[in-house]
């Protein structure tokens, strides 16, 4: 049985180093640290020469927020698996190769694999430019309904096109009630603003960022969780270097997080969600899960790519941390 399915773009990552963000310099492209934008076909050549001309490789990863979400709960010891597009291409053998440990036997190859550009500066926020490839083209048939159902929870990531996200609109209600779920919009997801909100409505966690939800809701922070309230049982409010908090109807808390010399931010905030799943999953209280997760998210960006995503092991040990030092909530 496979406890926890990925819904999401699964793009393979390639990390870079540059000095300064601004030294990209791509007419029209504006990068902003901690921003994602995608590009069109016609625009990525183009692209991909400016920055090869200022930065540097440094490692090559499966990514896609799902697929980051999903290696964190297989570290965790849980049998994770993936819903996507990967092309019939070198990227996408790449992909599947590395994507070992996780269950890929629903993953559709088709066409080119997306493409995902993760560049780290000075400030080590990254920014991320896409190229989708064929993750666009996710459609009702590459979902097997009879998978997702029978699995213990779903959590679904952002897409770039309409398309795929009606695909996920359609699943979601089809599965609704019988099947817990979260979401996490990212960035482009949330760029749609109310569009998005039929996906979201009913889910079990809204994993987010102060920006995200306010793009979503079209207002402050405090008001947009209220609103998102009546959407989504728990939201999760991703804070980066300030940690995390949470929010239900009756409750909320806040969670900070230590200061580290950080590598790559890359996926910390995807091995949050999966470090809060997979405690979820295990019955622990919502306030405690977090506290691990944050933690366990801000040893993760020590490393390029996915080299320090927290184990089993690791996990307990801060689990039984913060049980001593905070208790069960």
């Not at 430019?129 to 213990?152: C, I, Q, Y």
Request: glycine share 12%; net charge negative; with cysteine.
């Amino acid at each position: 049985m496979i406890d926890v399915y990925g819904i999401g773009a699964l793009n393979l990552d390639l990390i870079y180093e540059v000095a300064h963000l601004r030294d990209v310099d791509v007419p029209g492209l504006k990068l902003e640290h901690g921003g994602e934008v995608a590009l069109s076909v016609a625009q990525f050549p183009g692209f991909r020469r400016a920055l090869e001309r200022v930065g540097v490789l440094k490692k090559v990863s499966p990514g896609g927020s799902a697929s980051n979400t999903c290696h964190a709960l297989f570290r965790m010891g849980y049998h994770a698996g993936l819903a996507g597009v990967v092309g019939r291409d070198a990227s996408g053998d790449t992909y599947l190769e590395q994507a070992k440990g996780v269950d890929t036997d629903s993953v559709v190859r088709n066409g080119t694999t997306g493409l995902a550009c993760i560049i780290n500066s000075e400030e080590r926020d990254r920014s991320i430019v896409l190229f989708p490839g064929t993750a666009r083209d996710l459609s009702d048939e590459d979902l097997d309904r009879g998978k997702l159902a029978g699995a213990r929870w779903l959590h679904m990531t952002s897409f770039v096109s309409r398309g795929s996200l009606e695909a996920q609109m359609r699943l979601k209600q089809d599965l609704l009630g019988k099947v817990p779920f979260s979401i996490d919009p990212g960035e482009i997801y949330a760029a749609m603003g109310r569009d998005v909100l039929p996906l979201i409505e009913g889910t079990d966690v809204l994993f987010t960022s102060k920006r995200e939800i306010e793009l979503l809701f079209g207002c402050d922070r405090d008001q947009a969780v209220g609103q998102a309230l009546a959407f989504a049982k728990t939201v999760v409010l991703k804070q980066g270097k300030e940690g995390a908090s949470l929010f239900t109807k009756g409750s909320s808390c806040r969670v900070e997080t230590e200061a580290v010399e950080a590598v790559d931010n890359t996926g910390a905030g995807d091995v949050l969600n999966g470090v809060f799943l997979g405690l979820l999953l295990r019955g622990v209280d919502q306030a405690l899960a977090l506290r691990v997760a944050v933690a366990a998210a801000t040893s993760s960006v020590k490393v390029y790519g996915r080299d320090a995503y927290p184990d089993r092991q690791s996990v307990e040990v801060l689990y039984e941390d913060m049980l001593v030092h905070h208790g069960k909530g």
